[in-house]
């Protein structure tokens, strides 16, 4: 199966891939914890990229489709996957399609989280990330059993450089400028249902998998 998440920063794309990624063992291929990767090691690509994700900008579109293209040829992939955070503009939106039509495995399913800026804000403004599993916690809707450290690898938990209220309100309208016009586009494809993710996670979760389920009957 090759599925899409959509939706803004905050929205529950990261919590929802872990969840989805292991009910149907599917690669997750997350752009934002790739390019994080990247920073952490210091590579070029992640010199580069940092100076866009500090600032709340996206990196540039031949940055990212190079990546995930690449990403996409390797073997756990091949088998189907979930991309959490790409494609984020309209020419990330097309490359893929392109790529997938080459390789005769077009996409099952993009389902689009909506989330209001005021409760994205209160979620990242909380969030705490394990490094290691890239785990999402959250100090009010998700503590970890022992504080700061990861219930599944104990490794610290850290909060990411781009959680400060300025940056979050500049990724959100980044999101607006370059992502929403995505929900138009997949939506005429017939590939696209909205989630309403406000809600607690197990609501949100059982609502995505009754949109894939959906979906996958459509396309059987
Ligand atoms: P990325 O890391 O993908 O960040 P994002 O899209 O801004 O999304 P987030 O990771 O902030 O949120 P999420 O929706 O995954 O929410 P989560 O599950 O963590 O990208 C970072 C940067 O990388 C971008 O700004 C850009 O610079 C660059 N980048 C990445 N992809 C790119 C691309 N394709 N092109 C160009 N640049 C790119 O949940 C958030 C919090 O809420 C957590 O604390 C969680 O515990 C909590 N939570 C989740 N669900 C619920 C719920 N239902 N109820 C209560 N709390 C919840």
């Not at 990330?92 to 909506?114: D, I, T, W, Y």
């Not at 979620?123 to 100090?139: A, G, Q």
Request: aromatic residues 6%.
């Amino acid at each position: 199966m090759r599925i899409v998440l959509l939706g803004p920063p905050g929205a529950g794309k990261g919590t929802q891939a872990k969840r989805l990624a292991e009910r149907y063992g599917l690669a997750i291929i997350g752009t934002g914890d790739i390019f994080r990767d990247h920073v952490a090691r210091g590579t070029p690509l992640g010199v580069k990229a940092k100076e866009y994700m500090d600032g709340g900008e996206y990196v540039p579109d031949e940055i990212a489709v190079k990546m995930v293209l690449e990403r996409l040829e390797e073997p756990d992939a091949r088998e189907g996957f979930i991309l959490d955070g790409f494609p984020r503009t309209v020419p990330q939106a097309q490359a893929l399609e392109r790529s997938l039509a080459e390789a005769g495995k077009p996409l099952h399913a993009v389902l689009n989280f909506k989330t209001g800026d005021a409760m994205v804000v209160k979620r990242l403004t909380n969030r705490l990330v394990c490094p290691n599993c890239k785990r999402p916690y959250n100090i009010e809707f998700k503590p970890p059993r022992v504080a700061g450290i990861c219930d599944v690898c104990g490794h610290t938990l850290q909060l990411r450089s781009d959680d400060d209220e300025a940056t979050i309100l500049r990724r959100l309208e980044v999101y607006r400028k370059e992502t929403e016009p995505l929900v138009l586009y997949f939506w005429e494809r017939g590939l696209l249902r909205d989630i309403d993710a406000e809600a607690p996670e197990q609501v949100v979760y059982d609502r995505t998998i009754e949109a894939i389920s959906d979906l996958l009957d459509e396309y059987a």
